[in-house]
């Protein structure tokens, strides 16, 4: 099955700095999502972008398909950024598999 | 629009007892998919259910089962409860057409 692998691990800020989370996939996908995990344990969908790149606020993603990578991109980055973000992807003919997440990227944003 | 309801929150049994979860998505979405989540092993896919028919299946053992009724709630039952069965139990609701998933805020099980 499809394999995806983020970088990096752990991500330690102080506020106002900027990061770049990488996501890296085995295979070629027709669905991309990245997800936010508050400390509580809500995942919370960020960006759906199987190719291309979009912009919400300070946060933006890019997803290069046929280089089977995509990057997310937090500026300014606050405190309530502090969570780990998820990668997750669904190959397959008309979206057939299963949805396949990454172990995550941990980010603590310190004041 | 109300969000994908997951109920109980939280949930302390023993192990050999079973669980039912429930999860009640998206006010006209009728995909709902389940995840289970441990530190060790990360996000991993339970299953997938779509007008009522399983579409996918994880790798978890036959104790790990689920349905999903006509009004798109789902359930999903563990039978004789190990250890190692405790974790977050997610549960994504997402419309036909659009593959975007939506989470609810989970269920903690804690299995003694």
């Known amino acids: 099955g499809i394999q995806v692998e983020q970088s990096p691990p752990d991500l330690i800020l102080q506020e106002g700095a900027n990061s770049t989370l990488r996501c890296n996939f085995s295979?070629?996908?027709?669905?991309l999502q990245w997800f936010h995990q508050n400390p509580w344990g809500q995942l919370i969908n960020l960006f759906y972008i199987p190719s291309g790149t979009k912009q919400n606020g300070r946060l933006s993603a890019t997803t290069v398909a046929t280089e089977r990578y995509s990057l997310l991109y937090i500026s300014s980055s606050q405190t309530t950024d502090s969570g780990v973000y998820f990668c997750?992807?669904?190959?397959?003919?008309?979206?057939?598999?299963?949805?396949?997440f990454g172990k995550g990227t941990k980010l603590t944003v310190n004041p | 629009k109300a969000g994908v309801t997951q109920t109980p929150r939280y949930l302390i049994k023993t192990r050999g007892q079973q669980v039912t979860l429930s999860c009640s998505p998206i006010s006209g979405h009728r995909s709902v998919s389940w995840y289970q989540q441990t530190p060790g092993q990360g996000l991993q896919f339970l299953f997938e259910y779509f007008s009522e028919t399983q579409r996918n299946k994880g790798n978890f053992p036959g104790r790990f089962s689920g349905r999903q009724f006509s009004n798109s709630r789902s359930e999903m039952n563990v039978s004789t409860l190990e250890l190692g069965d405790s974790a977050l139990y997610l549960c994504?609701?997402?419309?036909?057409?659009?593959?975007?998933?939506?989470f609810g805020a989970g269920t903690r099980l804690s299995v003694l």
């Open positions: 994504a609701s997402s419309s036909q057409g659009i593959d975007i998933q939506y």
């Open positions: 997750a992807v669904r190959g397959g003919q008309g979206g057939s598999e299963k949805l396949v």
């Open positions: 295979d070629s996908v027709n669905n």
